[in-house]
């Protein structure tokens, strides 16, 4: 009778465990998805910001400055956490999902604190309730959130911000040809060197290769979402730049006579194609 008694307490309490565990799971994967939703509307609020200086580094717009911080940061931010930053949002760093509410809302506060320092002014808050009236109303809502869909709806905006970055980081064409129209003018007027001004704008002098490799690690992470780079090789002699994930064929790109090609992984001077063309492919419709 005893035993009976111990077997249907453990069953019991078996089931209360399994009920609790499955209750807390659901309540923090509605808190991520939640963290992913508000986090978009201020990717969003950051790129709706043109044309702007903050402090003496000039930016097109606010979301890519806060983008080329986080690139040049590499003690600080890893490749892992800068895709579930930027890129893919569905997949929960380190498959843990309160790290990834934490990552979620460190780029929040990133982009707050950023531009902010654009002519003080204060940043508008981010509407969470999303007009709901109730509290349950407003968990039901955050609960039916697709992860797909919120991280395509990232990639829209961020996908199309690293694609201008990689544009003037790898390609100095345009810089060149406006510059030998300066020279050929015999001026420096003020709406040339802006112009050139813009055409270099992005990263601090000095621009390193892990800096670019780490550029493109993260626009292929947007191209191909579920297989992004999990690791970076770089040669600073033969300036190439390998991306792995372990299971599809390697990536490798080099730069030439201050272009950047795709090359074969095992014969770097059989050139491919020019990356600037896989820039040009429009992939965020998915």
Known sequence: MILQYLQIMMKLFCYLISFVFVNVSTYILTGYKRDILITNAYIKLANDMHNVLFEDNFATNGLEHVIKIIIEDDQIYSLGVMYNMITVPEYPYDNDLLVSSNIQETLQRLIK?????????AVPLIDETQGIANRKNRRKTFEILNMLILGTARRRITGIALKHI?????????????????????????NMNNRITR???????????????????????AKFPALPPTDIHI?????????????TEDQKFRKIEGKWYEV????ITNVGELFKEQLNIVFFNY
Request: charged share 25%; aromatic share 6%.
């Open 235 to 247: 040669d600073s002699d033969m300036y190439t730049c390998t991306l792995m994930n372990g299971i």
């Open 113 to 121: 604190d950023e531009l902010s320092k654009y002519k003080n002014i």
């Open 166 to 190: 990689l544009s003037r980081a790898i390609d100095f064409e345009n810089v060149t040809k406006l510059m030998e129209e300066r020279r050929l003018v015999g001026t420096e007027t003020l």
């Open 199 to 221: 055409a270099l704008s992005g990263f601090r002098p000095g621009i390193t290769l892990l800096q670019i490799c780490r550029l493109i690690a993260l626009f292929m992470s």
């Open 264 to 267: 074969d992984v095992d014969d």
